[in-house]
């Protein structure tokens, strides 16, 4: 296979608008929910979403940063603040940071294409060190040498994984474990609703593995596929994968299957359920709880919604029922809830979580949720958070609730979706604890910040309180003097 070539610093194959926001606290509707920052004099931005925008949560405020992409998926920090973004059939773009007056208020620079590839189409991960750069295709993980400082890769890269096969999920999801630096995980899913390969454990389909990519030497052969430690199997299509850096847990949201029945009744619109799974940690492999194990797919899949579910007995969001494979071999309920590994929590079925991230201390996950596409009424098309209990490293939601996952950043006209609305995939910590996030089906790229938080995401987390509470003093005490001169 041919190299793929880097291109100079300085070429660029797409025109990009950048963006700036204000620094003054978001605005809120009569809601109280943060809406998109306006332009000021003090922040020039004059980007404006082409379509009914988004709408934050309260405390939380966003801006649309950068515009122009074709279809933006993975998306990463690297250690000089560059944002680099996987253009889907385009390549890998660096976004640089020119200017940065806190909160939303950030300039960005026009962005660079640094890695020419129609091949590269969703995965994206930087080495703890940054020094390694790793992107997918369907088939293969390629690596580059990295330099934050030039924002430059080297001039050719290496195949450090391969032999997946391009027939079934294109997307191959990569994360560069902290815990464990060298080791990439890789995820690869499946399309077929019912593929039969996906119960065949050496099949590699359906699966999430592990590879200590870091001591391959320069002359080494790529693993293959098959070569990875299982982190889990019988995963229909695990799109996000993220590693806890409280615990060092790792877990993966799962988009489940389109179509489903129960003995003979179609209950696709609510079920089955996404799920979010979780696959114990990288050095303890040998105790890991559910490690390794087979997550049910293509036999046993979550339930949802229970309203009208055929036969229901006992069983409550997040059990595992048998689909139509199971049914034919024979499968129960309870052998689905016993004999494979359940998922932590559910979620609203056809929602399409395709990306998870934690925050700085573990205490929440954000999820991004791509939306529905064969759902009469679409759902999704937002980003939400998680809560975790720090010292166990488990959602603090029972695994059967249905409000686990909290909006940060909605949709609240769904009726032009999929094609006419935010639609997020992937999302990136800076050091400033801001989330960033793409947006695939409009080609853009979002910040947002949470007013007053202290458990951001980025490698320096959010500013603290004690800060804005010392300037807040400052000014109380200035206050104070001023109205004693004055009387």
């Known amino acids: 296979m041919a190299l793929l070539r880097a291109l100079p610093a300085a070429a660029s194959a797409v025109v990009f608008t950048a963006a700036a926001s204000a620094s003054a606290p978001a605005p809120m509707d009569h809601h109280g929910r943060g809406v998109a920052a306006r332009a000021d004099a003090s922040c020039p931005n004059t980007l404006q979403v082409a379509y009914g925008p988004p709408v934050a949560a309260k405390g939380w405020q966003y801006r649309l940063a950068a515009t122009g992409f074709r279809k933006p998926r993975g998306i990463a920090f690297d250690s000089a603040g560059g944002l680099l973004v996987v253009d889907s059939g385009v390549g890998v773009f660096r976004v640089a940071l020119e200017q940065d007056k806190g909160q939303t208020c950030v300039v960005t620079g026009a962005p660079r294409k640094i890695i020419n590839s129609t091949e590269l189409n969703h995965g994206l991960a930087l080495s703890a060190d940054g020094s390694t750069l790793y992107a997918s295709s369907s088939s293969r993980v390629f690596a580059w040498a990295y330099d934050a400082k030039a924002g430059a890769v080297g001039d ?42 996906a119960g065949n454990k050496a099949s590699g389909h359906a699966q999430i593995r592990a590879f200590d990519v870091g001591r391959l030497g320069a002359r080494d052969a790529a693993y293959d596929f098959g070569d990875g430690a299982v982190l889990g199997w019988g995963l229909r299509n695990s799109v996000g994968v993220a590693e806890d850096p409280a615990t060092g847990g790792i877990w993966s949201v799962e988009n489940s299957v389109d179509v489903l029945t129960r003995a003979g009744v179609d209950i696709h619109s609510d079920n089955p359920a996404e799920e979010l799974n979780y696959h114990g940690r990288l050095n303890d492999s040998a105790t890991a709880k559910d490690q390794g194990g087979n997550y049910g797919f293509p036999l046993c899949y979550a339930l949802w919604n229970t309203t009208g579910f055929p036969d229901l007995g006992a069983l409550k969001t997040g059990d595992q029922v048998p689909g139509p494979a199971g049914e034919v071999k024979k499968l129960s309920d309870a052998s689905c809830n016993t004999d494979y590994v359940p998922p932590r929590l559910a979620f609203q079925a056809h929602t399409a979580p395709l990306d998870i991230k934690f925050n700085a201390d573990g205490s929440k996950a954000f999820i991004t949720f791509h939306g529905s596409w064969d759902r009469k009424v679409p759902i999704g098309y937002r980003i939400a958070s998680v809560d975790f209990n720090k010292d166990t490293g488990e959602p603090s939601a029972a695994h059967d609730s249905t409000t686990a996952a909290v909006d940060v950043l909605s949709t609240p006209d769904l009726t032009k979706c999929p094609d006419g609305c935010f639609r997020p995939v992937g999302l990136a910590w800076d050091s400033q604890g801001r989330l960033w996030a793409s947006s695939d089906s409009t080609g853009e790229i979002f910040v947002l910040y949470q007013n007053g938080t202290t458990d951001g995401g980025g490698s320096g987390g959010a500013r603290p309180l004690v800060a804005d509470r010392a300037a807040t003093w400052a000014v109380l005490l200035a206050a104070v003097a001023a109205g004693l001169l004055l009387a």
């Open 156 to 197: 050719a890269n290496r195949t450090v994984v391969a032999n997946m096969s391009s027939t079934d999920k294109t997307t191959r999801t990569l994360l560069a474990s902290r815990r464990q630096p060298g080791v990439l995980v890789v995820s690869r899913g499946t399309v077929d609703d019912g593929d039969a390969a």
